[in-house]
């Protein structure tokens, strides 16, 4: 769908990023948030107790924009491991949009 | 005899099995989103594998966005 932009996300540093991106061949840009800064904007870093310590860890999610900056589907955990729902999304959305 | 022995074995090292497939995290611990569908969704600014600045409201009005949120590269959750 050419009016849907693609993005991965994860805190990672662009020089890892892109090292997974050449391994893997993947399509769409990895975008790097090493401050964090958005995870905890969208409440997808959470802190993990172990052992007395705590980390911060981002949980895996798929979440869906419209044009008007409006999120249409947000799904975070397991389920996200499967892009099926979220890709489904974005296919309503473009119909939608271009029925207009 | 040998059954007898294996399931008391099964027994003992039940409770540690238990706790060790429990802990790390149970079901009703796993954190809940803040964010919710209807909700505008925050602007960010991140660098992309090729050392771009990338914005959300670039976006705006021009294309809806997905974003694929991974815990770290060569990891597949």
């Known amino acids: 769908m050419s009016d849907t932009a693609v993005f991965g996300v994860s805190m990672d540093s662009p020089a890892a990023n892109a090292a997974f991106a050449k391994q893997i061949n ?3 840009p990895l975008l790097s948030d090493m401050n964090r800064k958005m995870l905890s904007s969208y409440g997808i870093l959470k802190n993990y107790e172990k052992g007395g310590d705590t980390y911060q860890w981002a949980l895996r999610a ?3 924009i419209d044009k008007d900056g409006i999120i249409r589907h947000i799904e975070g955990g397991d389920s996200a491991v499967d892009p099926n729902t979220a890709a489904s999304v974005c296919l309503d959305l473009h119909k939608k949009q271009t029925a207009k | 005899m040998k059954r007898l022995l294996a399931c008391s074995l099964l027994l ?3 409770p540690a099995f238990t706790s060790v497939t ?8 796993i954190p809940k989103l803040t964010l919710k ?4 969704a925050p602007d960010f600014a991140l660098l992309s594998d090729e050392w771009k600045t990338v914005k959300l409201s670039d976006f705006r009005g021009k294309k809806n966005v997905l974003l694929a949120v991974c815990i770290l590269a060569f990891t597949g959750g």
Request: aromatic share 10%.
């Open chain 1, 26 to 28: 993947i399509k769409f």
């Open chain 1, 62 to 64: 798929n979440i869906v």
């Open chain 2, 12 to 14: 003992a090292f039940a």
């Open chain 2, 22 to 29: 429990a802990s790390p995290q149970k079901k009703d611990e």
């Open chain 2, 37 to 40: 569908v209807g909700d505008p």
